[in-house]
């Protein structure tokens, strides 16, 4: 199983990205997704989740109205478009997968940074 994000960097506030996250090795069709992040000194958290054929999605609080998370089951792949970002957007995003025959989200990128400062 391989999930690999691209898409970080430095932005200025107000600013937007967008992140990928490319996944192999697992029914990624049959599979919920989540982004989450953790900044420095903080706890991780969630910030998106997508069901597997895309229908639901659900956001923090936090980033409500701003972020949009979405898929491309054709490509593998699961996005996490930035928009209005902020100062506190700054951390490491991570892409999660769940394993569809336990449930579990088990399988985990490598993380990329994201920046917002001016």
């Known amino acids: 199983v391989r999930l690999v994000e691209s898409g970080g960097g430095l932005v200025q506030p107000g600013g937007s990205l967008r992140l990928s996250c490319a996944a192999s090795?697992?029914?990624?069709?049959?599979?919920?997704m989540r982004w989450l992040r953790q900044a420095p000194g903080k706890e991780r958290e969630l910030v998106a989740i997508?069901?597997?054929?895309?229908?639901?999605?659900s956001y923090a609080e936090s980033v409500k109205g701003r972020f949009t998370i979405f898929r491309d089951n054709a490509k593998n792949t699961v996005y996490l478009q930035m928009n209005s970002l902020k100062p506190e957007d700054t951390a490491v995003y991570y892409c999660n997968a769940q394993d569809s025959r336990t449930g579990q989200y088990v399988y985990w990128g490598q993380g990329t940074q994201v920046t917002v400062s001016s």
């Open positions: 997508i069901s597997s054929i895309g229908n639901s999605r």
């Open positions: 090795g697992f029914t990624f069709g049959s599979s919920h």
